[in-house]
DNA sequence: GTCGTGGGTTCCAATTTGGAACTTGCTTCA
DNA sequence: TGAAGCAAGTTCCAAATTGGAACCCACGAC
C-alpha cells in the first residue's frame, strides 16, 4: 500500500492518516493552531527544510485543511489558514497534546496550558458519548460495521 | 531535526508525534484497538512489509504502548497487546475515527459504527472541558505556557 | 523427512528526506 | 544607479527510509 491508495481504504483511520499521518504535517498543524501562518516563520520555528516545508503546505491545502490567503500584492505574499475544516482538527490536536502531557511530560511538567476561555479555567480534554453524555474509554466500545463498510467488514 | 531528538522537545506535540507520528504505527493501532494480535494477522490486513512491521511493532513495544505477551511454548511466539498507555490513546483514535467520517466518508457513508456500551447507543465522540463538561473547540481555547516550557515560550 | 506455520531477518532497488544554494518580484537604503 | 534585503519558493545531490521478495529457524503434524 502506498500513500496514494491510503486514501481509497474503505476506513477513516486509513483516510485520515492520509492527510495527518506523517511526522512534519503534524508538527505543522501544531504551529498552525498556534496561529502561525507564513512560510518563513514555520521554517524558523521547525527547522524543516523549506522543499519539504512547501510539499506539506501544498498537500494541506489539496486536502482542505489550509487555504492560502494574500496578505499583500506586489510582490503576491500568501499566508495559510486553517479552514474550518482544518479547525475540525482540534480535538485530534487535543488529543494528541493531553496523551503527550499525560506519558511524555518532563519533570517539570507540562509544556502548555490550555484555556477554556467559556468557564476560564486551564482544562484537560475528556471525550465523551455524544448521545448520553458520559465519558467513553477503549473498554466501554463496541466496534460494528456501518453502511460505508467495505463487503468483508473488517472486524 | 530529526526522529531521535523530536521527543526532547519541549512539546507534547512533538513527544506525541515521536510516537505515533507514522503512517504504518497509525495503521498498527487501528488495528490493535480492533483486537488484532498477532504479527501474521497485522502483516496479512495491513500489507505492510514484514521488515517494517517488525520495526513498528518493536518501537511501540519500547514506547510502552504495546507489549509481547507469550502465547505458546516450544516454539515461543508471541503477540502483541496495547498497555494501559497505549488503551488511553483511546481518544486520539476516535478523533482521528471521528474527523475522517465526518470529512473524508464516502457516499455510502462511514465504513465503522462505535456504540458506547453504558447506553447502548452508536455515538460519536465529543470533547469536553474537563473542568465544567461543556464541548469545547478551536475558538474557546487560550493556550499560554506551563511549567514545563522552555525558556523562550513558544506562543 | 517433508510440509506447514509463526515470527521474524536479509538484500537490493526505488522513494523520500535533509542540507544548502539559487531564483523571482518587489522594496528600501546609500 | 546599484547593492542589499525579504518572503516564498525551487533545484540539486547525498544520505536515510521504504517496498518487495526471498530466506531462516524452531517446532509440530503427516
Redesign the pocket.
Known amino acids: 500500500?502506498?500513500?496514494?491508495e491510503l486514501d481509497k481504504e474503505a476506513c477513516s483511520v486509513a483516510r485520515t492518516v492520509s492527510v495527518i499521518g506523517?511526522?512534519?504535517t503534524l508538527l505543522v498543524l501544531r504551529e498552525c493552531f498556534l496561529r502561525v501562518?507564513?512560510?518563513?516563520?514555520f521554517?524558523t520555528r521547525l527547522?524543516?527544510?523549506?522543499?519539504?516545508?512547501?510539499?506539506r503546505?501544498?498537500k494541506l491545502v489539496k486536502a482542505g485543511v489550509l487555504q492560502?490567503v494574500a496578505?499583500q500584492?506586489?510582490?503576491?505574499?500568501?499566508?495559510?489558514r486553517l479552514t474550518d475544516r482544518g479547525l475540525d482538527l482540534h480535538p485530534l490536536m487535543m488529543a494528541i497534546v493531553h496523551w503527550g502531557d499525560t506519558h511524555m511530560a518532563g519533570r517539570r511538567g507540562r509544556p502548555l496550558l490550555h484555556r477554556h476561555k467559556a468557564c476560564g479555567q486551564d482544562f484537560d480534554p475528556v471525550t465523551v458519548c455524544s448521545q448520553c453524555g458520559e465519558p467513553v474509554d477503549a473498554r466501554g466500545v463496541h466496534v460494528h460495521p456501518g453502511p460505508g463498510a467495505p463487503r468483508m467488514a473488517r472486524a
Open positions: 500500500m502506498r500513500w496514494d506523517d511526522r512534519w501562518r507564513r512560510f518563513e516563520e521554517q527547522g524543516i527544510t523549506r522543499h519539504l516545508l512547501a510539499d503546505l501544498r492560502k496578505y500584492d506586489r510582490p503576491k505574499r500568501y499566508e495559510y
